[in-house]
């Protein structure tokens, strides 16, 4: 399967469809393969889902592991291979956490406004000044943090669409794809694709949500298609330059979060200032913020997979 520590092309891509494949077929395999009743209600066809998510994502692993050239045994290494490190974890979370909020600047710039406006709003009554009302606040805060730790959409969203999702998709094909000779340019292609593509199953759903209409499900679902994309070539880079799978996950769990940047506010004009802001920000400080020597002791002898640091040729070595 691997010829002198490398991964052969072909089999390298045929593994990444074949996962891509699997991660959506699963999630039909308790209707259509297990013959399994119909779920008795929405939280148990999510739960279904998240099981049959989790299973794949474990078998991709698995299958990662067998093809590629792992030349030790020890654990540490082996998860190191898919990003799940412990070192310089906080860099890894941090920095593109802030990264990515810079796409989003005209969005968080819109949800002050509105948290302005609501507090004017209670000033003028003079309850924003009283002990009450932050203690109503406070309690309106916890009642909301309760309700959605308990929302099945919000476990989809936030944490197991994104986990799963990240170690197929990136943790999985990125070192098979490099291992296999692909560029890293070719490669932040071609992950993105597949995670694209890896969302046709919704338009089935979009398209009883449109009334059965085609040509708005294939807007719709274009445009999503689109944004997965976009924000698939984001992730794959932020997972090659840090090396770590967390990187890419809190933002993926950020962009879940907060949606399609804001461009425009009736509000305010400055959002889209800030927009435009935010976004020549995020261009400048792109490849600043993700320089594998933020996120490694040394980044010629990391103990991620052969490769990963070879967009290092302009960063110069520090002298021992």
Not at 99 to 121: E, H
Not at 277 to 288: E, K, M, N, S, V
Request: charged share 10%.
């Amino acid at each position: 399967m691997a010829e002198e520590g490398v991964v052969l092309n072909a089999m390298a891509l045929f593994a990444c469809i074949a996962m891509a494949l699997f991660y959506v077929a699963i999630l039909y395999a308790p209707t259509f393969l297990l013959r399994l009743p119909p779920p008795s209600s929405f939280e148990t066809y999510m739960i279904r889902r998240f099981l049959c998510a989790i299973v794949s994502s474990i078998l991709s692993l698995f299958l990662s592991v067998l093809i590629l050239p792992v030349q030790t045994k020890e654990l540490h290494h082996i998860v190191g291979v898919f990003g799940i490190r412990r070192d310089h974890i906080w860099q890894a979370v941090i920095l593109p956490l802030c990264l990515t909020s810079l796409m989003y600047a005209g969005s968080i710039f819109d949800k002050c406004l509105l948290l302005v406006a609501s507090w004017r709003q209670h000033a003028s009554s003079g309850d924003a000044l009283s002990f009450d009302y932050y203690k109503i606040a406070l309690h309106q805060f916890l009642d909301w943090l309760s309700e959605i730790s308990s929302n099945i959409l919000v476990w989809r969203n936030y944490v197991v669409a994104p986990l799963t999702e990240e170690l197929v998709f990136r943790a999985c094909m990125i070192p098979l794809l490099l291992c296999g000779g692909f560029k890293t340019y070719s490669v932040t292609l071609l992950c993105p694709i597949f995670f694209s593509l890896a969302h046709l199953n919704h338009f089935v759903e979009i398209y009883a949500k449109q009334n059965y209409r085609i040509m708005k499900a294939v807007m719709v679902i274009g445009l999503q298609l689109g944004y997965t994309v976009v924000f698939g070539s984001y992730a794959s880079f932020l997972f090659i330059r840090t090396g770590h799978l967390v990187a890419p996950l809190v933002a993926h769990i950020f962009c879940n979060f907060m949606g399609l940047p804001v461009l425009y506010s009736q509000r305010s004009r400055i959002v889209s200032v800030t927009f435009i802001i935010g976004f020549l920000g995020f261009l400048w400080l792109l490849f600043p913020m993700t320089g594998p020597d933020l996120y490694n002791d040394r980044i010629d002898n990391c103990s991620c997979w052969q490769g990963y640091c070879t967009w290092r040729e302009r960063i110069r070595m520090p002298q021992m």
